[in-house]
């Protein structure tokens, strides 16, 4: 059977959307392209809430809770911090929880963190009836299960996306619709010296390494100078667009790979536009929650894992900071030490 094509008849608005939350909700926000703009403009709009709790990894785009005037009747608690809650978390009036990426979901599913509703950015149904977290799966699948209620944007500039990303129309409460797609940002100029820290790096991969590539500048580096590899394979957290020439030149064949072989896995993907069109409805890019991209039992049964993540600090006995600087937190403990790792029992 067919899913009912007429499911947009039964959209309202933001407003009416975030109506249903309880007064002192705790909310999970699915987040880094997917935020879902249109759903917290609405709470931060909502005078009558008094107290609401948001949970959230790092977000892209338009943060309006972030705000002085919000920060206390809507309080953020960060799991990763991204730059518009960097100034609220480090003078108080946000929260930052110091928790390894892979277990996150796993604070929802033990009921840890109990959630009265998520927040999503979702694809349109297919004819089946599922919708897709697009290109941001990371905790943002276990949270939709965990949830009370399921409330969404629906938008269709989504990418749909394959692997573990699906979402049931049937399991969503209220939506409102949108066409901005997921935030896209071009890539951004690299400085000399991260270009030849890429090449430094870049020359230590072998052929037939698995690459997992953090966020970042040098990151993006490494990955434009591996044209001359041979069957690279991708199992990461984060997928960005220096990924999408080595596939198509040929470079990144996942062959090697021994979970997921043939298929570049990720979590989430941020980059331009482009690459959000290069996930969409490839069966050869698939997206999984993070406590599987992220466990370390499965990065090691994959062939010369190569993890290449960025560092703010390193001490002279070579310890690496990763998440603040000094008592500033910056960032967060992500997945870094799980493909770190992974790396090292590969």
């Not at 591996?226 to 020439?245: A, C, R």
């Not at 994959?302 to 993890?307: E, F, I, R, S, T």
Request: contains cysteine; proline residues 6%; negative net charge.
């Amino acid at each position: 059977m067919t899913f009912d094509p007429s499911w947009k008849s039964r959209a309202v608005d933001a407003a009416a959307v975030v109506a249903k939350l309880p007064e002192d909700a705790h909310v999970f926000v699915q987040g880094a392209a997917m935020t879902p703009t249109p759903l917290l403009h609405a709470l931060c709009a909502r005078k009558d809430l008094e107290r609401a709790t948001l949970y959230h990894l790092h977000l892209e785009g338009d943060v309006p809770f972030a705000a002085p005037e919000h920060c206390r009747r809507i309080r953020s608690v960060s799991f990763f911090t991204g730059p518009a809650l960097r100034g609220p978390v480090n003078r108080g009036e946000a929260d930052f929880v110091p928790v390894f990426l892979k277990d996150v979901p796993l604070l929802f599913r033990r009921g840890v963190v109990e959630l009265d509703a998520t927040f999503v950015r979702l694809s349109p149904p297919d004819r089946h009836g599922l919708c897709t977290l697009g290109v941001s799966v990371d905790a943002a699948l276990e949270a939709t299960r965990r949830a009370k209620l399921v409330l969404a944007v629906i938008d269709e500039n989504v990418p749909r996306t394959h692997g573990h990303a699906t979402v049931p129309f049937d399991r969503i409460d209220a939506f409102c619709l949108d066409d901005r797609g997921p935030v896209a940002r071009d890539p951004a100029p690299r400085e000399p010296v991260e270009e030849t820290i890429g090449e430094i790096i870049a020359a230590l991969v072998e052929d037939g390494s698995t690459l997992q590539m953090g966020i970042g500048a040098i990151p993006d580096a490494v990955l434009a100078r591996l044209g001359n590899k041979l069957d690279l394979g991708v199992h990461t957290e984060m997928f960005s667009d220096g990924v999408v020439d080595l596939v198509e030149n040929g470079v990144i064949t996942n062959r090697h790979k021994h979970i997921h072989a043939g298929r570049s896995v990720t979590s989430f993907a941020m980059g331009s536009r482009r690459l959000y069109d290069f996930v969409d409805d490839n069966p050869l890019v698939e997206l999984h929650p993070c406590d599987r991209t992220n466990d370390t039992n499965l990065i090691r049964q994959n062939p010369k894992v190569v993890a290449v993540n960025s560092a703010l600090a390193v001490d002279l006995s070579g310890q690496v900071q990763a998440d603040s600087l000094g008592h500033q937190i910056y960032s967060g403990i992500g997945g870094q030490m799980d493909f770190i790792h992974g790396a090292a029992l590969s």
